[in-house]
């Protein structure tokens, strides 16, 4: 099972940072660079779990778990271009987890992704995504 794991600590209290990416429906607002659109479908609010979203037109994600006490949430891979298509990717499971940094007010951010596939090719294309988001997400948050 290919699995993608990246973290970062950013300078900001774990409540701005969980305020900010917990909004399953405005990644692009912290991420243009990487997602010019984020669409939401259906009638769910962003963060009801079994809400969509459609990022780029062309990536499609459903939150699946959603801890607002705990600082996390998981989504699945629905449909993607190549690497991360059905087709590539089976079972995928993206997760966001937030811990407090208490000795001096930061946030530790893990990203991480697991699935099922037959290629290694996506875990380049996961890495060098998650890498970027915590590099945005660090940068909206300061």
């Given at each position: 099972m290919p699995r993608t794991f990246n973290s970062i600590v950013i300078n900001a209290p774990i409540a701005k940072v969980w305020a900010i990416v917990s909004d399953f429906h405005k990644l692009n607002n912290w991420a243009?660079?990487?997602?010019?659109s984020c669409d939401a479908t259906g009638d769910l609010g962003?963060?009801?779990?079994?809400?969509?979203?459609?990022?780029n037109g062309a990536i499609y994600e459903t939150l699946i778990h959603f801890d607002a006490e705990q600082h996390h949430f998981e989504y699945s891979l629905d449909e993607g271009p190549p690497p991360i298509s059905s087709q590539d990717v089976t079972q995928y499971v993206g997760s966001v987890k937030l811990n407090p940094v208490t000795a001096n007010d930061t946030t530790y951010v893990a990203w991480s992704s697991r699935w099922e596939s037959e290629s290694d090719e996506a875990v380049a294309f996961c890495n060098s995504v998650y890498v970027g988001l915590l590099k945005a997400l660090a940068a909206a948050c300061e």
């Open positions: 243009p660079e990487l997602f010019m962003p963060t009801e779990v079994g809400t969509k979203r459609v990022l």
